[in-house]
C-alpha cells in the first residue's frame, strides 16, 4: 500500500512539475509578445520621425498636422470661455 502512495505521489510531482513548466512557457510568451510589441512600435516611430523630414507629400501633410494641433489647442479654450461664460 505505501509503495501505491508513493507511486501517485511521485506521478503528482511530475504532473505538477509539467503544469508548472506550461505556465512558465506561457508566462515567457507573453512577455516576449509584449517586448516585440513595443519594438515594432518603436520601429515605426523611428521610421515615421525619418520620413516626416524633408520635401514631399508626406512632409507637408505632417506639417499641415502640427499646425492644426497648435490651432486646436489655441483656439478651443478660447472658444469654451465664450460660449460657456461670456453668454
Not at 33 to 59: E, H, I, K, T, W
Request: hydrophobic share 50%; with cysteine; glycine share 10%.
Amino acid at each position: 500500500m505505501d509503495g501505491a502512495i508513493n507511486m501517485s505521489r511521485h506521478e503528482e510531482e511530475q504532473r505538477q512539475a509539467a503544469v508548472t513548466e506550461a505556465a512558465m512557457a506561457s508566462i515567457r510568451r507573453k512577455d516576449m509578445a509584449q517586448m516585440a510589441g513595443g519594438y515594432a512600435l518603436m520601429a515605426g516611430m523611428s521610421g515615421f520621425g525619418d520620413a516626416s523630414n524633408g520635401r514631399g507629400l508626406f512632409p507637408a501633410i505632417v506639417h499641415g498636422a502640427k499646425l492644426f494641433c497648435i490651432a486646436f489647442a489655441f483656439l478651443v479654450p478660447n472658444y469654451l470661455v465664450w460660449s460657456l461664460l461670456l453668454n
